[in-house]
């Protein structure tokens, strides 16, 4: 899917406000009249942040949310156009270069992302909430593969996502229909953790991420990595993969606390590191 260009005079940092409380990166799209579609400048912005979090020890946690009534309605298509002369290859070499970097940078981040949706998230807007670790979702908010109502193919790793969350067959139910799910239908499937009241998101994503601030973090890091990768590997591959992880993870700092405050019958106190 072609990139559109950034408006001009805009600078990006307005667009995405970026904050960090108690070890908890806060990440918000903020272009509320677009829905919080993603220029490509905007995407940038948003990939970075994230390879920030993943690389900062003082960073546990990220929240990813947006402002007014869209969490990311997916790639701005103003501009852009879908017709006429392309070099082959173009179109392939944007997408991996672009959306699906995007969701890659989601699951490779080494820290927990929450996604506390919004509003509408449609097509690369669902995809990056679906890639979060974990999910919550005002009861307004609605998830949409919206590919099919361009004629186009669903893109920013859906058809990677979708079956290893719902299944092949609820996976095409979504992609060749293009209905929007609600809130609550999406939670039925197993995409969203959890559905609150609009009122309440905010404050279910704090109470979220501060515990997990509170967490061993590189435990939660690891642990992350053996989900993800469980799906693509066989039960001997996994294995070995958990086993490493766990030698990995014992000479962690966290794992000695957890060890040492379980020993004496006290809450431990993890540092993430």
Not at 227 to 241: C, G, I, K, P, Y
Request: aromatic share 4%; hydrophobic share 45%; glycine share 8%.
């Amino acid at each position: 899917m072609p990139d559109s260009p950034r408006e001009p005079g805009i600078p990006v940092d307005s667009w995405i406000q970026h904050a960090t409380d108690n070890q908890v990166a806060h990440i918000t799209l903020n272009r509320p009249e677009t829905l919080n579609a993603l220029t490509p400048d905007l995407r940038e912005r948003l990939i970075a942040l994230l390879a920030d979090a993943s690389a900062d020890p003082d960073i546990r946690v990220v929240v990813i949310t947006g402002t007014g009534r869209g969490f990311c309605a997916g790639a701005d298509l103003r501009g852009s156009t879908v017709s006429g002369p392309r070099a082959p290859g173009d179109v392939a070499r944007t997408l991996r270069l672009g959306a699906q970097r995007l969701v890659a940078a989601v699951l490779d981040c080494e820290k927990p992302v929450i996604a506390a949706v919004n509003g509408t998230a449609a097509g690369l807007g669902a995809h990056l909430a679906f890639a979060c670790d974990l999910v919550l979702a005002a009861r307004s908010a609605r998830f949409i593969e919206v590919f099919v109502r361009r004629g186009l193919v669903p893109d920013a790793g859906g058809a990677y996502l979708l079956p290893r969350l719902i299944g092949p067959q609820r996976a095409k139910e979504l992609m060749f229909f293009g209905d929007a799910l609600t809130a609550a239908g999406a939670e039925r499937l197993g995409l969203v953790n959890r559905v609150v009241p609009d009122e309440d998101l905010a404050g279910t994503a704090h109470e979220w991420s501060a515990r997990l601030a509170t967490a061993p973090t590189r435990a939660l890091a690891l642990t992350k990595q053996l989900v993800n990768a469980s799906l693509d590997t066989d039960r001997a591959t996994a294995f070995t993969a958990e086993a490493t992880a766990q030698e990995l993870n014992m000479a962690t700092e966290d794992a000695r606390e957890g060890l040492a405050a379980f020993g004496a019958r006290r809450t431990p106190e993890f540092r993430g590191r």
